[in-house]
Structures are given as structure tokens and as C-alpha cells.
């Protein structure tokens, strides 16, 4: 069954946002090219097909699978000539909803051979939040874990698939050394023997200007947000860092962060793998396990959260420096403010760099440190405006304030996203009236024109640098008969940097909720649990803006105020 008819252009999307004069500009200046990813990759695994392209180590096996560049390209062209002869027409989008591993490269690049968009989605998401997505982007297959952690991917797919017209297959990948359909009948069939349609694939090859990655954003709608990048807007949104790593085709990366996200799908994956370098993964999150990574397979750098560089240094001192970890030049950390004392844990106990910076989905990196910035720079700010990005800092009326005094962060330039699909009203949100894109963080420039992130405008909680649908979550909760009236706001946390708070005024103040009571609610809505609220608190009333708004930032510095005399008081007994 094709998709409905649709005005949206994958080729031209990118006019959503950019003019012709900007891509004019952007080409001169050559932040915008005239080859993807795709073409990059497909001229690295000639030119390096020895050479290791992923090594995936997974929780349930003692050994890493590894595949060459050259064996990689094999799969990816096996499988995107399956892709076009299960039906998948150019332009169509393809669900991709894996744990980091070697299937995930194999099945985007697969997708982009073929012509078709990915929309990646974290493994962690449960039904609502898919079929939200593949609703949405009237996805033609989802690909699929058979099971993973526990949950059964597979089951929950096939019920998307009743409900949603569009979407015309299921294949599930095997796990624990079984074969998946995914596996019998796309990548154990030699369909790239067929020359024809291996023209077929040069043929549909996409052009720079093209769509090449879908990502569901968290926002504060009560849906996700749809967003577009094309080769280039999402090149040169991520441009930023291997020129401030100095990265080449000999290093090694490693990624935590699920490839369902920006940071993983583009750092963990299409960057590296455009490359030539080698990337490794985990299929789950395991510091100790990395620890040996780093040592056995040489990583020279990786980007993540601020929770994964904590968690690596806990296990490298409770291994007392036993693992070789010399090899580990940069860590780059982003997604949230970074405590000052991170960078210099991080150079104390891994002698590598903690590189900070600023950015988002929609519009890459703004800001970065580059390695040999001095450890106290690092540790006090996010990093120096790049090159192709301009930044300004504004109060609400959109006027510049004076440096030093925080407001809104705003840009423009050639990493700005190719707008939100179907969701115009959502893209024009960001614009402000003379043309800037306003990211909803808070931050201000330092004298020596650093920029230091203090928060965000936007109603959202990071934790553990994944963004938690705050709306959503409140709209489930406020369904419950115990609640009369709730919201959901972070309360900072050492390791995870937020944490999510259920704010309750209960409809019987004798019998209110307990944290067990929402979670169970929550559970049963199918709501991803690493979105439940973790913390509980009962109040009488909300308190309000003489608008009848709820003044969300009065709660989170209430309990966060709380939470520090407590930690202050234990401190002192």
C-alpha cells in the first residue's frame, strides 16, 4: 500500500527554513556540499574494505561482532535492494527502532541507499510513542527487535501495524543468536547478485539537498515534534566536531547514546562511518565493560551525556587504574548544563579532555571547547560560538541584552533544520519576527565571549541527557480520579542532572496518591518508564501568575531548595 499523497518534498525541504541566497552563501563559504553521507560512505568502504567499520558488543555475548567496510557495504546493498523489492519507493519513510548494534547502520544506510528516509526511535519507547511516530511519518516498514531488555518489540509492532494504514511491513531483527525475519529473508538473501537493481539503487542515490534523517523530538505540545534535516543541514550541524577534536579516518569512536537519537544516530553512526573510522558499540550501557573497550579496541574519543562521563570514572576508580585508557583523547559531553566539576574528574581520573558544548536537534552545535582548552575554561562555560553559526542572546521582546545578563538563545546559519514535518505551526514557533530560529534555551556570554547555558524556556526535563515529554506526561496523570490537578517539573540530581517530580493537588487530600500509584498509571497508558516521574510531592495549591498560570519555576526551585538544606543539614550531623 503506498503512502497518502503528501505535498511535503524530501528534495526540497530544506526551502522550509533556507533560501536560495543562504544555500548560495553556504555553498561559498562551504558549509553546505554537493555529496551526502551516503556518497562519503561508499567511497571510504572502497577505499578501506579491511578495515573495521563497527564492533558491537552486546550484554548476553563474551565476544564483539565485528564487520569490515567492506563486508558492511555488502549488507547495506543486500538489504536496500530488499528494501525496494518489498515496495519501498523513494521519498518513503522507514522506522527504525533498534539498540545500538551493527543492524542499526546496516538498515538506515540501507534505507538512504534505497533512496527512503529512516526515522530512528529509541528503544526505550513504548506503544503510544511509536505509533504516535510511524503515524506521523506514515512509515511503510518498521524494523524492529524481536525482543530487547526484556520487552517484546515484535508483539507491540504488530498491534501498531492493525492500527496504521500506512504501515505495510514488520521486520523484526533475531536476538540472542536467532535469525529474525530481518535476517532471513533480507540479509541471508544475495539480492545484491541482481545488477539491475543495483542500478537501480545508483539511481535513487539522494542528493545532498535531500531529507536524510526524521527525528522525534520531546517538546511542550503533548506530542512529539517531527524534525527534518537534510545531508546538508545536518552535515554542517555537525561539522563542529571533528574540527574541534581534530578527528580523521584513524580514530576510533565509541557510542552510549541510543542511534534513535541525534547524538547517536549522527555521532554514533553516519559521521564516523562517512569517515572511515571504526565505531563501537554497546547494546546497553555498561562503564566497566567500556573501560576494556577503550583499552582493547584503542577508542580515541566519544560524545555523550553527562551521566555516562560520570559513570566512566566511577568505574575507572573502582578498578584502582588497572585498565590502559591512554587511548581516550576527548570526551565530549552536551545535552544539559555540565556541572563545573565534570571536567576535572574527568582529566583527573581518565587524563582525556571533557569537551562541553551547546546545541540541539534542530540546529546542531552552536558552541564548543576544542581540545587543549585549559580544564578551568571548561569546566566554567559550553564553549565558543562555531564559525558558520551566528548567536545572539535576547530578552523576550527579541532585543539583544548586555553581555553578561542571561536571556534566550538565538541563531541562524546553515545547521538549522529543514523544519518539522507536517507540523507547520510548530516550525514557525521557532522564528522570531526578523528571522532568527529561538532554541528555548537560556544562556549568557562571558567576557571572553564563552557562552554558559543556565537553563531552559522550554517546558521539558533532561535526564540523563534524554528529553522527557512533560506534557504528555501531565495530560496522563491528570486522567487519574485521585489527581485534581498536576504538573511535572526536574529537580536536579547529581548523576542524571534532572530527575522528574509529579507536582499533585489530590482530589481527597486524606487519600492522596502515592509514587506508586502514578507509575501504575503511567504503565498502563504504555508510557515509556523512562518518562514516569521518580519523586512525588502533595501539595494544597499551585502556585499561579495573576494570568492563571502555574509557575513551574517557583516548584523546581522550592524542592531543589528543600533538597539542599536537607543534603546540607546531613552534612553537618
Known sequence: MASEPDSWNPATAWRTTHGDADAHHYRTRGWWRDRSHLDDFLAVSELYPEKDAIVAYEADRRDPSRLTYGELRRLVDRCAVALIATGIEAGDFVSIQLPNGWQFPVAALAVMRAGA?????????????????????????????????????????????????????????????AKGVFEEKILDVAWESDIAALAELDRRRPAADSAAVLLFTSGTTGHPKAAIHSFNTIWSAGRPIPDALDLSHNDVAFMASTMGHLTGFYWGMLMPLSMGQTVVYQDAWRPAAMLEAIASEGI??????????????????????????????????GGAPIPPHVATQVHAALGGELISLWGCTEVGICSIHRRGTPVETLARSDGYRVDQMAVRIADDDDKVVTRGEEGRLQVKGPGIFAGYLRQPDLTEALKTPDGWFDTGDLGREAEDGAIRICGRSKDIIIRGGQNVPVVEIENELALMPQIAEV???????????????????????SRPPALADITAWLDKAGTAKQFWPERIEIVETMPRTPAGKIKKFELRDRFARRDANDAALQGGL
Open 117 to 177: 528516509i529512516p526515522n530512528p526511535i529509541p528503544p526505550i519507547y513504548r506503544e503510544k510513542e511509536v505509533e504516535f511516530m510511524v503515524r506521523h511519518a506514515r512509515s511503510r516498514m518498521l524494523i524492529t527487535p524481536t525482543d530487547f531488555a526484556g520487552f517484546e518489540h515484535v508483539r507491540m509492532a504488530k498491534a501498531i501495524k492493525d492500527r496504521v494504514p500506512t504501515l505495510d511491513h514488520i521486520f523484526a531483527v533475531g536476538s540472542r543468536g
Open 300 to 333: 580515541t574519543w566519544t560524545l555523550s551525556a553527562t551521566p555516562f562521563a560520570l559513570d566512566l570514572v566511577a568505574a575507572h576508580r573502582a578498578a584502582e587504574g588497572a585498565v590502559d585508557v591512554s587511548s581516550l583523547r576527548a570526551f565530549v559531553c
Open 487 to 509: 504538573v511535572v517539573v526536574g529537580v536536579p540530581d547529581e548523576r542524571l542532572g534532572e530527575r522528574g517530580c509529579a507536582v499533585v493537588v489530590p482530589s481527597d487530600r
